[in-house]
Nanobody, 122 residues
Framework: QVQLLESGGGLVQAGGSLRLSCTAS????????MGWFRQAPGKERELVAI???????NYAESVKGRFTISRDAAKTTVFLQMNSLKAEDTADYYC????????????????WGQGTQVTVSS
């Protein structure tokens, strides 16, 4: 079972930048996509950005033009570069790996990291 570990969160002023990393314990090549989600206090978890195995990326409207998702060549680490941060970006950020159909089980597989906290002060 692949495990995901996020890092890079912290406290930053509005307008600043942070880079989150999600490192997998094994290869994430067989996962169809990797994603970053976030959950603010009292709110539901929401999708921030995803990147497919073919490196196609999609973003939530609220972060388009400010956030960039990418992967390293070894496909073991996924990054989320966050620029022009706003107070409303404050949340716990979670990495997810998703496989639509696992060959061994015939079922989808979703793996979550433990999360990393991002706080943006206004």
């Amino acid at each position: 079972q692949v495990q995901l570990l996020e890092s890079g969160g912290g406290l930053v002023q509005a307008g600043g930048s942070l880079r989150l990393s999600c490192t997998a314990s094994g290869s994430i090549f067989l996962f169809n996509y990797m994603g970053w989600f976030r959950q603010a206090p009292g709110k539901e978890r929401e999708l921030v950005a995803i990147i497919t195995n073919g490196d196609a990326a999609n973003y939530a409207e609220s972060v388009k033009g400010r956030f960039t998702i990418s992967r390293d060549a070894a496909k073991t680490t996924v990054f989320l570069q966050m620029n022009s941060l706003k107070a409303e970006d404050t949340a716990d950020y979670y990495c997810q790996a998703h496989k639509i159909l696992d060959a061994a089980t015939g079922s989808p597989v979703t793996v979550w990291g433990q999360g990393t906290q991002v706080t943006v002060s206004s």
